[in-house]
């Protein structure tokens, strides 16, 4: 009973400050608030807050919110310590008698031909020097006022 007048108040108070908003000239938030100042109402209006109010204060609904809680517990912990572990049993007793041929036992060469990278320059020789970038104003004037 005091949800429920509780959250007809709200929505009163909500209504009266979109009505504001509105003469104010600001109707788009008159609209947002007027549109937040109706759920608590319709929340009452639909049974919402009576079930919420008989459910807050029922022992026999928390103790079954705690058992979900440690449902979820359970569940959270037991995957995390699969996961450090390497997967189910079966997984890793499949991964202790695991097989050793290759993959492509017939790849015997790299399946990449030989690039232009340091590897393929003959010698090892390092790559030729960069020429120089053209001289800008700056560095004229600077050799300018050094021949000074």
């Given at each position: 009973m005091i949800a429920e007048t509780v959250c007809s108040a709200?929505?009163?108070?909500g209504l009266g400050i979109a009505v504001v908003a509105a003469y104010r000239?600001?109707?788009?938030?008159?609209a947002r608030i007027a549109a937040y100042a109706l759920v608590p109402i319709g929340l009452v209006m639909t049974g919402v807050v009576g079930w919420l109010s008989d459910t807050a204060f029922s022992p026999t609904?928390?103790?079954?919110?705690?058992?979900?809680?440690?449902?979820?517990?359970l569940f959270a912990g037991t995957r995390a310590v699969e996961r450090r572990r390497g997967g189910t049993r079966a997984?890793?007793?499949a991964a202790r008698g695991g097989r050793t041929d290759a993959v492509a036992p017939t790849a015997s060469a790299p399946s990449l031909g030989a690039g232009a990278g340091p590897a393929a320059r003959p010698g090892g020789a390092p790559?030729?020097?960069r020429a120089a970038p053209p001289p800008t104003d700056k560095d004229r004037h600077r050799k300018k006022n050094r021949q000074r």
């Open positions: 709200a929505s009163a108070a000239k600001r109707f788009l938030s008159a609904a928390w103790a079954g919110f705690g058992l979900l809680g440690v449902a979820w517990l997984e890793r007793r790559p030729p020097p």
